[in-house]
């Protein structure tokens, strides 16, 4: 099978991805980075979730200082600020 790496993986569908916003109510930058994802993902069909870290002990110990917190997968994507470009790049890249 000449010209066929082993190597070659299928990158996931933007339909397939996951994107987890970890925020905390009355926060004016996860208002901001909540608008970013509901943008991004309602374009791409990507599915997302959002996680109050008031109510979750084990997200406020690991994020609290770096809130908002975007993860893609399950893995942190980005903090604070969320960048539109970046985060469509990361989805469908």
């Known amino acids: 099978m000449a010209g066929m790496s082993p190597l070659f993986r299928r990158k996931p569908a933007p339909e397939d991805r996951r994107v987890t916003l970890i925020r905390k109510p ?3 930058l996860c208002d901001d ?3 970013v994802v509901e943008r991004v ?5 990507v ?4 996680q109050d870290i008031t109510e ?3 997200l406020h110990e690991q994020y609290w200082e770096q809130i908002p917190v975007v993860l ?3 893995a942190q994507h980005t903090f ?3 960048n539109e470009d970046r985060l469509r790049k990361e989805l469908t890249g």
């Open 41 to 45: 993902c309602g374009e791409l069909g």
């Open 33 to 35: 980075a909540q608008a």
């Open 56 to 58: 979750d002990a084990r």
């Open 26 to 28: 009355g926060c004016h």
């Open 72 to 74: 893609v997968d399950g």
């Open 47 to 50: 599915s997302w979730e959002q």
């Open 80 to 82: 604070w600020r969320v």
